[in-house]
């Protein structure tokens, strides 16, 4: 098997307030392979954005290795986790974090900005992403005038414009409706899957989360069971073919049948919601703080 993407070693972060302390995360390991879209879910309060955030190099642990890409993160100082995070990594936010004076074309080209693409090849690149997440039509829109699944698909556009390595998303369906969050979810796990990419997404939904090749469920700061639902697979396709092989089976008579072409998208949540949370503003399209 190949090397790990995401190496996780005997994590700990523990909040002190006062005299309480608070195991936020106690004692976790696990590994993430390229091209795995990996599900983290647990209950509020398990640690899942603690994790999260941990593993962008948003808070330093307290104890323990994180190791993305051969990097050891947290050994990063700020600048250096700035300059990391552009290089390899994109985000998706619950609550979209656009900017809400620009259009569509001009957040999903943001990122590019920072990584010096030119103005031309910036636009190109923002208008295939939007197409790609079934924009067309909302290209000069700005945040306000688009629903909250609109919104957040140019979220995802604006995410994965510069291609990144891995992608994190912290319940990035969290503020749409049942409808739109299968929509989207869908079209998450078809980019990913599609650019060879790797993506972790928190969530509390368990049934969300067996959408993920992996599950890592957490409970208070601790990992219950990991579920790798890509060697369940392969092990049940090894199965199968042993049989197959062992009993031939006649030729198909009937022509199988032709792939179902994608439905077209259709938004109906016309909510929106002002983006509102405490990130690094490079993250969010704002300006990038000087390197060293
Ligand atoms: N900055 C902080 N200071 C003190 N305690 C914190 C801090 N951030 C998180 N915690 C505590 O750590 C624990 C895990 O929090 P975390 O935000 O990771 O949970 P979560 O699984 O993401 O929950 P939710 O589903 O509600 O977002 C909680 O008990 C929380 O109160
Ligand atoms: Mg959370």
Redesign the pocket.
């Known amino acids: 098997m190949e090397r790990p993407v995401i190496r996780v070693k005997d994590l700990y ?1 523990i ?1 002190t ?1 006062g005299t309480n302390k ?1 195991r ?1 995360l106690n004692g976790v390991d696990f590994s993430i392979h390229k091209g795995e879209f990996c599900c983290i879910v ?12 941990m593993m962008a190099g948003l808070e330093k642990p307290t104890k323990g290795e994180i190791i993305i890409a051969g990097e050891h993160i947290e050994k990063k100082s700020e600048s250096q986790l700035v300059n990391f995070r552009q290089a390899h990594v994109g985000f998706i936010f619950q609550s979209y974090n656009l900017m809400q004076n620009l259009t569509a074309i001009e957040n999903v080209a943001m990122p590019l900005t920072f990584q010096g693409v030119g103005k031309k090849e910036r636009e190109a690149r923002a208008v295939k992403m939007l197409k790609l997440v079934g924009l067309s039509k909302y290209m000069k829109h700005r945040p306000g005038q688009m629903s909250g699944g609109q919104q957040q698909r140019v979220g995802i556009a604006r995410a994965l414009v510069v291609n990144p390595e891995i992608v994190f998303a ?2 990035p369906t969290g503020n749409l409706d049942s409808n739109t969050t299968m929509e989207v979810l869908h079209l998450i796990q078809k980019i990913v899957h599609e650019q060879q990419q790797t993506m972790i997404m ?1 969530t ?1 939904d368990n049934h969300l989360a067996s959408y993920g090749d992996r599950i890592i469920h ?1 409970s208070d ?1 601790k990992i219950l069971k990991i579920e790798d639902k890509r060697a369940e697979r392969e092990a049940a396709a090894a199965v199968a073919s042993e049989e197959q092989a062992a009993e031939p089976v006649p030729e198909a008579e009937t022509a199988p049948e032709p792939a179902k072409e994608a439905e077209p998208f259709t938004i109906t949540v016309p909510e929106y919601d002002p983006a509102k949370s405490g990130v690094p503003a490079e993250m969010a399209g704002g300006p990038k703080k000087k390197k060293n």
């Open positions: 972060k909040y307030i608070v936020a647990g209950t509020s309060g398990s640690g899942k954005s603690t994790l999260l955030n912290d319940e928190v509390h957490i700061g």
